[in-house]
């Protein structure tokens, strides 16, 4: 009867021991999470510490920093940079599939289908030492339009746009050539592919004269310029009289291309008193060398009719070729320089 109690005894100390090593364990594992849980809270909150303190450093960098301000004139910088490097880009493009010029530039930029502004109404009026045709081939800007102008064999007269960043060697081309002028550039009405050094009819004289100046350093001895495009500026009857009052005093003569019907320039010419010259035939206007061909016929035609004629092509492979082709109809007349018509 004596060792029950002892038993008894023995099991409720083990119970106790193991319960409270189940406490303990309980406890500690509490302890071991909070600290745990607290050191991974601490370390994310000094991490945004962190972060909001480099805010506040970049902050109080832009607060002292200039706020840049777009003005209008650095805007309208901006879009011209943009215009420049898409018209670079698309004349880079032409260059690289050596696309032929298009004549419809000078009048018509968007209708491909558009007929020349007519020529000036003149009397019949025959030479009796025989008829003078100029053949005026524009937009010479590059050795292979000498090299292709050349291989006609033909007197033919060339028109050389301004030196610039797409045809940096125009001027010196037109000086190894004993007759040339200078295609002067003019604002066109609708043109996205003007020249950099194109005069607007809103210049002043003082703007355009030291143009001119600068064109006669380039091209010693120039003595005739016609317009590049120039709908607008030709249509302008103050911005002719400027240009052809600059003109006349520098000794240079002006062909109107007439890219537009209504060019002011036979009214200057006559209120300045000089005489108007001004083209007769596109040659080129539509494409084919039967077209060309067609076209070199009315102004030889033209020519006969009135004396003397002016015609108008562009260094373009079917322009050429019907050239070659053409001296039979072309020995009907004399082909000569604007200086002796």
Request: proline share 6%.
């Given at each position: 009867?004596?060792?029950q109690?002892?038993s008894?005894k023995?099991?409720?100390?083990?119970?106790?021991?193991?319960?409270?090593?189940?406490v303990?364990l309980?406890?500690?594992?509490?302890?071991i999470?909070y600290?745990?849980?607290?050191?991974q809270?601490?370390?994310?909150l000094?991490e945004?510490?962190l972060?909001?303190?480099?805010l506040r450093?970049?902050?109080?960098?832009l607060?002292?920093?200039?706020?840049?301000?777009?003005?209008?004139?650095?805007?309208?910088?901006?879009r011209?940079?943009?215009?420049l490097?898409?018209?670079?880009?698309?004349?880079?493009?032409?260059?690289?599939r050596?696309?032929?010029?298009k004549?419809?530039?000078?009048?018509?930029?968007?209708?491909?289908?558009?007929?020349?502004?007519?020529?000036?109404e003149?009397?019949?009026?025959?030479s009796?030492?025989g008829?003078k045709?100029?053949?005026i081939?524009?937009?010479?800007s590059y050795?292979r339009?000498?090299?292709?102008?050349?291989?006609?064999?033909?007197?033919?007269v060339?028109?050389f746009?301004?030196?610039s960043?797409r045809?940096p060697e125009?001027g010196?081309?037109?000086?190894?050539?004993?007759?040339?002028?200078?295609?002067?550039?003019?604002?066109?009405v609708?043109?996205?592919?003007?020249?950099?050094?194109?005069?607007?009819?809103?210049d002043?004289?003082?703007?355009i004269?030291?143009r001119i100046?600068?064109?006669?350093?380039?091209?010693p001895?120039?003595?005739?310029?016609?317009?590049?495009t120039?709908?607008?500026f030709?249509?302008?009857?103050d911005?002719?009289e400027k240009?052809?009052?600059?003109?006349?005093?520098?000794?240079?003569?002006?062909?109107?291309?007439?890219?537009?019907a209504?060019?002011?320039?036979p009214?200057?010419?006559k209120?300045l008193?000089?005489?108007?010259?001004?083209?007769?035939?596109?040659l080129d206007?539509q494409?084919g060398?039967?077209n060309?061909k067609k076209?070199i016929r009315?102004a030889v035609?033209?020519?006969?009719r009135?004396?003397t004629?002016?015609a108008i092509g562009h260094?373009r492979?079917d322009?050429?070729?019907?050239?070659?082709?053409s001296?039979?109809?072309?020995?009907?007349v004399?082909?000569?320089g604007?200086d002796?018509?």
């Open positions: 009867m004596s060792k109690p002892r008894s023995s099991l409720f100390l083990q119970r106790l021991a193991w319960g409270i090593t189940g303990t309980f406890l500690s594992a509490l302890l999470g600290f745990l849980g607290f050191n809270a601490e370390e994310e000094y945004e510490r972060k909001t303190q480099q450093e970049e902050l109080s960098s607060q002292k920093s200039p706020i840049p301000v777009i003005t209008p004139k650095r805007d309208t910088q901006e011209e940079i943009r215009r490097k898409k018209e670079l880009q698309s004349i880079l493009e032409r260059e690289e050596h696309e032929p010029v004549p419809e530039h000078e009048y018509a930029p968007k209708d491909k289908k558009a007929l020349p502004p007519p020529s000036a003149r009397r019949y009026f025959p009796v030492s008829a045709l100029v053949i081939i524009d937009d010479v050795g339009d000498v090299k292709a102008i050349q291989s006609t064999g033909l007197p033919l060339m028109s746009l301004p030196p960043s045809h125009s010196k081309l037109a000086q190894q050539q004993n007759r040339f002028m200078v295609h002067l550039p003019l604002e066109a609708d043109f996205n592919d003007e020249e950099s050094s194109t005069l607007r009819s809103s002043t004289e003082e703007t004269s030291k100046a600068a064109l006669k350093q380039v091209y001895g120039v003595r005739y310029m016609n317009n590049h120039g709908s607008k030709t249509a302008d009857a911005a002719m240009l052809m009052r600059v003109l006349k005093s520098e000794g240079i003569v002006f062909v109107d291309s007439r890219t537009t209504k060019t002011k320039v009214e200057i010419s209120k008193g000089v005489r108007y010259l001004g083209r007769d035939v596109f206007h494409d060398v039967a060309v076209q009315e035609e033209k020519a006969k009135h004396g004629a002016i260094p492979p322009t050429i070729r019907a050239l070659k082709e001296k039979g109809v072309l020995g009907e004399q082909l000569v604007i002796q018509i």
